[in-house]
């Protein structure tokens, strides 16, 4: 029974402190494989999307936005995983979700294949969404949680569906004028302060 314990133990710690969210592999909406470690040194925010919710066309909107104002840096990153497990928000198929972005929001951000992102003794939740809230402590509870990563893949700060992204701005503002001390990077980083 102690030796069952000691796996546990181990294997939770490994969980949480042998990785980070870039060492993990996702698919993208497209079906493809991508390992997160392509946006190693950069920011990301990691948000649960879903098309029909309440809190959609603003939240997509401001996910857009944001994408754009950092864009020019080449630093961060909006990472999108749709989820149909608040209220089944999102059934459609990914192709249906990526052309409806597409077309409603002119989406500029990384879309994932849908996923589960919580268990609830029947889904089989991502490992990433896993480790997400294994290491949060704090899983999604609905649509559009967004989870801060630094460039090392650290999670740093987290909000739900009610925190507009203008809010979080100048966190990620930030976090990437604090990447690099060099007068490039400096000069590259040298962000927009009015919202």
């Known amino acids: 029974m102690l030796a069952i314990y000691v796996i546990f133990l181990f294997t939770n710690c490994y969980l949480i402190f042998g990785k980070d969210v870039y060492s993990f ?7 493809n494989n991508v390992p997160l470690e392509k946006y190693k040194g950069k920011v990301s925010l990691i948000v649960n999307v879903a098309s029909k919710c309440g809190y959609t066309d603003k939240q ?7 994408q754009k104002e950092f864009e020019i840096y080449n630093l961060f ?11 089944e928000q999102e059934p459609e198929t990914n192709a249906n979700i990526f052309k409806y972005v597409k077309a409603t929001y ?10 589960d992102v919580i268990s609830r003794g029947w889904e089989k939740v991502d490992p990433l969404w896993l480790y997400i809230g294994e290491v949060t402590n704090s899983p999604p509870t609905w649509n559009f949680w967004k989870y801060l990563v630094d460039k090392n893949g650290q999670i740093v700060s987290q909000w739900g569906q009610n925190t507009d992204v203008k809010e979080i701005y100048p966190i990620i503002k930030s976090l990437i004028n604090e990447m690099n001390s060099s007068d490039d990077t400096k000069k590259r980083t040298n962000l927009k302060t009015d919202l």
């Open 77 to 87: 990153n909006v990472l999108a995983f749709p989820c149909n497990q608040f209220w």
């Open 25 to 31: 592999n996702v698919t993208d909406i497209e079906g």
């Open 60 to 66: 997509y909107k401001g996910l857009v936005w944001l």
């Open 106 to 115: 002119k989406v500029n951000f990384p879309m994932f294949a849908k996923i």
